[in-house]
């Protein structure tokens, strides 16, 4: 009876309601009617009752959006069809019941997280499965157990069990041959058949049924007949299964077999005019990107070209496992060819074995997928989030590096104070400025008694302080020098070069800049001038200098702002520029006439006289000739005897703006097929070695002129080889960082031989990183030679068709972690040149070498006024044996009273460091822009000094940075992640820093603000990274009190200063989270072990901003320096907060961080890494359809794919 009201109710709801009131009735909250219709449903026994009620269900779920889908399987709904479906398979068979039956269940089944799970335990899988092989010509009950049978297949168990149950065998039956009829079945069953075929088990049955050639031949069948393209959908379901198949090795095999290669790419060529058919190109660009035969990078060892023998090596770590294979590359003695390695490391052996391809049988796998953990890597435990000062070290230990602190006990009782007001010193300076050193022997323990740099005396002149620099920096080198050439090799001799220029007019026209402050007469004793032409003879061997008339400052200026107009005063040098009594010749660098070629004999004749701008007067730091003297002292490992122009002449910013490159459509597409061309059609491809640093003794391979010279053979150059591919076109291979086998990212070389207007393609084919800001906008740098002769000297932006991409050259295992199956990345760009006979330099970024800062220093000393206290100490050797520079700025007191004395040796400390990381030039530019200010002569610069005390490491890593390397030092460690326990031989610079960081903590001085500047390579602008408990435990599950929690946030006040006045810097991007990946870089090992609450790393971007005044801009030196002089003016802001009485500004900050936290909360974190000092990119992925991630989910990675070119190539929204 209560079975007949229900049947009567439904009827009743159906036919006298309106549908869709009915309907909501039925489907509201709280609301009995479905559990009704259910119960009546699971009830039934009459066929024709549960035919009705399922009707019921289809319309009433039919309209809804989903939302009454979800009602009905909370409600039980799938259960209670399967447990139907099972029940009519054991009675005689009633086709319109299994039609309504599974085209209910394929509604239901998308919504359903655990439908696949519950039809395999009930057994209704296998009753579809056997109503589809009893049905294959009943097209009307075969579609809808199609579309279940697609849900099925996305469980993975499912999958393989419907495998084993011959259902691939029988989907293939179903989608061919090729048929226009029932196309809407066709799609299904491809859907099906391609969810199916994800199973790597499944894969192999599609192989070993030699189905592949089938599927390629019917692809090909569709793409002829398909020619208005209305089964798009057919031909994208057909790639899918190939895709899939080609997921495994074996399957990739049979897809080159089958000539997939060459099917694929003609197609997709024809596609190409079509930008509808953007998916199946994109599709196709995957397949045969995934099947591109793995190629071997063309080197005899990933380890790097160069090889620096350690003093002793660690019994753990990358270090001794590089140091158990055999020895590759050269050594910093040994220039001669080795043989091949027995053990091969530019693909290991295990690299080409066949992956584990097992499936995984799990019946939770939807639940594993859903589960986000939270991040790892986050530090949890509050031991460690509560910064303690622990003296690791006795202070009897720490006490030789009082000697770097002279300011704390300075007394200036010897100093005439009113005698300094009138721009004069005297000798009793000495104590104060800097003062004497010599070179430790290596390997360095601690500070050796002569570790203070020379500049003791406070010199009366500009030119005299040069000249002091010079000497320090020409003292003999701990290893013994190259012995020199005969004359009649070298046609530059030092001793040869001569002056023409008039010593006169180069002081008249050493005028300085309306930033600097004069300190230099304009008349000499006659013998002064003889002393300062000899000591200027020293600095070029091969030039001969000439002024063409005097620039005065403001001629100086305008030739800086005013762009096209040639500099007014220049010089005259030859090419090529070589260091004079270094054996090693300058090799194929500049074309027919820019230099000697490999191992021609005799002397040449002088060669070409440039005329070059004298950026000594357009740039306040640089002069060339101090340069160059500068490079002379510095020590590389290939024992570089060549100066690059772009050094030489120096960089004037440019003043016209340089925007993030537009994206053109399509442009990745275009060289992925380029590329895959070359397996298409191999005859067009040159394969031509033209540069190859493991041919030492002749790296330029001379050809008859039809391709371009290369050369990396100078101070922080980074190529290591260059092959032609293309009459057009060069795969550039960069090298690894010394002592290490991988760390590719910087890149700085020289190219000559160009063809004007010519367009160029370069390919640096072993990038490491899985994406760039060559995908988003950054241009590489280039610098022309014949440009900076006519008077623009600068780096500009350069390259089109730029994109940074997954490519086919296999990453070894042993540089890959372990991990297996890695693939190189490929930076390409494209470039014309502009100019006849030109020397051209293209770089990752801007570069800053070791002897630039050395210049700068020297000139700093420049600028120095009697009331700034200037110091420059050598901290330490590196173990390349070059020194490494401390320098302390502050303010002279205004006399030597005890109050003056006082209020001197008690300002606070700021400690600020730079270039840990060589490939992070942006640091060092940063750097350059704060040393600047801190010695201007602005009344700000001035309060600045007075209110700090600056120590100043401003090159951690100069080793790295001569050698070109992108990451380490010569140690092949990076120096980053040695902070907790560093090694007095093998990472002295960071020692010896952080020794001064313990002895300020001993003394009850440490810094109140400590920061490390850093470069960025994947996200914009500038920001900072800080450490917080509040902000730590907010992110993780750790279960704090609220006395864990209690924190000073002042933390928060110098990057909230600079989020107002510095327009590059980006407050969004900063991230106050200490973690575990990060607990021995500087920044986590001051705030812990020192117990400086403001500890930062500060990075700035290598692309440009998206916020702020420079938005859409690609950042330069200008903005960077900015950058550097506004962390200064943050700083006075900061002392005048912290003085204020009131503590407004906490409580602004205590808002802010709640804001702050509150945002964080709602969206998933991706700020930490493993690998970097830098978040995961948050940009969108340019991988799409065009890259074989594997690494992506399966479900993800179809998602993805869907429309594949809005990620790929419009990426006009996208956002850091």
Not at 1181 to 1207: C, G, K, M, R, T
Request: some cysteine; charged content about 25%; glycine content about 6%.
């Amino acid at each position: 009876m209560a079975y007949c009201y229900t049947r009567s109710y439904c009827h009743s709801v159906i036919s006298l309601d309106p549908p869709e009131k009915s309907g909501k009735e039925v489907m509201s909250k709280g609301s009995s009617g479905m559990e009704v219709i259910l119960a009546s449903l699971e009830n039934s026994r009459d066929v024709q009752t549960t035919l009705n009620i399922l009707y019921i269900l289809s319309e009433l779920l039919t309209v809804g959006r989903g939302r009454r889908v979800g009602v009905f399987v909370s409600k039980g709904g799938t259960g209670i069809l399967f447990q139907i479906l099972i029940t009519a398979s054991k009675e005689p068979p009633s086709e319109e019941l299994m039609l309504q039956l599974h085209s209910l269940l394929a509604k239901v089944g998308p919504k359903d997280r655990k439908f696949g799970v519950k039809a395999r335990l009930s057994g209704a899988m296998n009753v579809t499965v056997n109503l589809l092989k009893q049905n294959l010509q009943n097209t009307k009950l075969l579609l809808p157990c199609l579309q279940v049978l697609r849900v099925y297949s996305a469980n993975s168990v499912n999958a393989i069990s419907l495998g084993k149950n011959g259902v691939v065998e029988l989907m293939f039956k179903i989608v061919t041959p090729y048929s226009k009829k029932n196309t809407s079945l066709l799609k299904v069953a491809l859907d099906a058949l391609g969810a199916l075929l994800k199973s790597k088990t499944n894969a192999r049955r599609a192989v070993d049924g030699g189905h592949v050639p089938v599927m390629l031949a019917l692809y090909l069948d569709w793409h002829r007949n398909d020619t208005r393209h209305r089964h798009m959908l057919i031909r994208k379901g057909l790639l899918v299964c190939l895709r899939n198949i080609t997921n495994i090795k074996l399957g990739r095999k049979a897809f080159i077999e089958a000539d997939g290669m060459r099917v694929l790419y003609n197609t997709s060529t024809e596609c190409l005019p079509v930008r509808t058919l953007d998916p199946l190109v994109n599709t196709s660009s995957l397949i045969m990107r995934k099947c591109f035969p793995k190629n071997r990078l063309p080197l005899p060892t990933i380890k790097s070209a160069f090889h620096y023998q350690l003093p002793h090596i660690p019994a753990v770590g990358p270090l001794a496992q590089l140091y158990s294979q055999p020895p590759g590359g050269r050594t910093s003695q040994q220039h001669s060819n080795k043989p091949l390695k027995k053990v091969d490391d530019v693909v290991d052996e295990s690299d080409d074995n066949d992956e584990t391809e097992a499936d995984t049988d799990t019946e939770n796998e939807e639940d594993e997928k859903d589960h986000h953990t939270p991040n790892d890597d986050i530090e949890t435990d509050l031991n460690k989030l509560h910064p303690k000062k622990s003296p690791s070290r006795p202070f009897e230990e720490l006490r030789v590096y009082e000697r770097f602190f002279l300011e704390l006990s300075e007394d200036f009782q010897g100093y005439n104070f009113e005698c300094s007001k009138s721009a004069c010193t005297t000798s009793s300076s000495a104590s104060y400025s800097s003062s004497a050193s010599t070179r430790s022997p290596r390997p360095i323990i601690v500070p050796t008694a002569q570790a203070l740099s020379p500049k003791h005396v406070h010199m009366p002149s500009c030119q005299e302080d040069c000249n002091s620099i010079k000497e320090q920096h020409t003292q003999p080198s701990p290893t013994p020098s190259t012995p020199t050439l005969p004359a009649p090799l070298t046609p530059l001799e030092l001793d040869t070069i001569h002056l023409s220029k008039d010593q006169h007019q180069k002081e008249e026209a050493h005028i300085p800049t309306p930033d600097r402050h004069t300190m230099s007469s304009l008349t000499r004793p006659s013998s002064e001038e003889q002393m300062i032409d000899q000591e200027l003879a020293h600095a070029l061997e091969h030039a001969a200098l000439e002024d063409e008339g005097a620039l005065n400052a403001e001629d100086g200026v305008k030739c800086i702002r005013q762009e096209g107009s040639p500099v007014n005063t220049r010089r005259h040098i030859q090419s090529p520029l070589l260091l004079g009594g270094i054996s090693t010749r300058r090799v194929g660098g500049g074309g027919s006439n820019w230099g000697s070629d490999c191992g021609s004999e005799g002397a040449e004749d002088e060669g070409p006289v440039l005329e070059v701008p004298d950026t000594a007067l357009l740039l306040p730091l640089h002069d060339p000739d101090i340069y160059v003297e500068m490079v002379k002292g510095t020590h590389s490992v290939p024992h570089y005897a060549e100066v690059a122009y772009p050094d030489y002449f120096g960089h004037v910013a440019p003043t016209f703006r340089e925007p993030l490159l537009e994206r053109v459509y399509g442009v990745q597409r275009a060289k992925i097929f380029q590329d895959i061309e070359r397996l298409i059609h191999p005859n067009d491809i040159l394969d031509k070695v033209v540069y190859d640093l493991d041919i030492p003794s002749c790296p330029v391979i001379e050809d008859n002129g039809e391709s371009l010279k290369f050369n990396s053979q100078f101070e922080s150059g980074n190529l290591r080889k260059a092959v032609q591919v293309r009459k057009f076109e060069y795969d550039l291979v960069l090298n690894s960082d010394i002592n290490s086998n991988h760390y590719h990212q910087w890149f700085y070389f020289e190219v000559s031989g160009m063809r004007v207007g010519t367009t160029y393609r370069f390919n640096i084919i072993n990038c490491e990183k899985s994406n760039s800001q060559f995908n988003y906008g950054m241009q590489v740098l280039m610098y022309s030679v014949q440009e900076a002769i006519s008077g623009r000297p600068r780096w500009v932006r350069t390259g089109t068709d730029i994109c940074y991409y997954k490519n086919h050259f296999a990453r070894s295992s042993i540089a890959a972690g372990g991990q297996k199956g890695k693939s190189y990345y490929t930076l390409t760009f494209s470039t014309s040149f502009s100019h006849k006979d030109d020397v051209c330099y293209f770089a990752y970024h801007y570069p800053y070498t070791f002897s630039t800062l050395k210049m700068h220093l020297s000139k700093l000393e420049e600028l120095r006024t009697p009331q700034i206290y200037l110091r420059q100490d050598v901290l330490c050797q590196t173990l390349g044996g070059n020194s490494c520079p401390l320098l302390t700025i502050t303010a002279m007191p205004e006399s030597n009273s005890n109050d003056h004395i006082c209020q001197f040796r008690n300002r606070p400390l700021i400690f600020l460091t730079a270039r840990v990381h060589p490939g992070e030039t942006n640091a060092s530019w940063v750097m350059k822009g704060t040393l600047e200010f801190l010695m201007g002569t602005s009344p700000l610069a001035a309060s600045l000094r007075e209110a700090y005390i600056f120590k100043i490491v401003p090159m951690l890593n100069p080793d790295g940075v001569v050698n070109g390397n992108h990451r380490c030092s010569l140690s092949g460690e990076d120096l980053n992640r040695q902070w907790q326990s560093p090694n007095p031989e093998l990472h002295p610079t960071i020692y010896h820093t952080k020794s001064l960081l313990q002895y300020l903590t001993q003394i009850q001085r440490a810094p109140l603000v400590f920061c490390d500047y850093h470069g960025h390579s994947r996200k914009k602008n500038v920001f900072m990274y800080g450490c917080s408990v509040k902000e730590t435990v907010w992110q993780s599950t750790i279960s704090a009190t609220s006395s864990d929690l209690q924190e000073d946030l002042g933390y928060r006040a110098l990057p909230k200063i600079l989020s107002h006045i510095a327009p590059a810097f980006s407050m969004a991007s900063c991230s106050f989270v200490v973690e575990r990946s990060k607990e021995s870089t500087a920044r986590v090992v001051v705030w812990r072990e020192i117990g400086v609450q403001r500890s930062y790393t500060m990075e700035s971007t290598l692309c440009g901003c998206d916020q702020g005044k420079y938005k859409g801009l690609q950042i330069g030196t200008r903005e960077l320096e900015e950058m550097g002089a506004q962390f200064c003016m943050a700083l006075l802001r900061l002392k005048r907060m912290t003085g204020l009485r009131n503590h407004q500004h906490l409580l602004d900050l205590e808002s802010d961080i709640i804001g702050n936290q509150s945002k964080v909360v709602s969206s998933c974190s991706t700020t930490y890494v493993l690998e970097e000092d830098e978040p995961s990119f948050l940009e969108a992925i340019d991988y799409s359809a065009e890259s074989n991630d594997e690494d992506v989910e399966p479900e993800n990675e179809h998602a993805v794919h869907d429309n594949p070119d809005q990620l790929s190539d419009s990426e006009t929204n996208h956002r850091d």
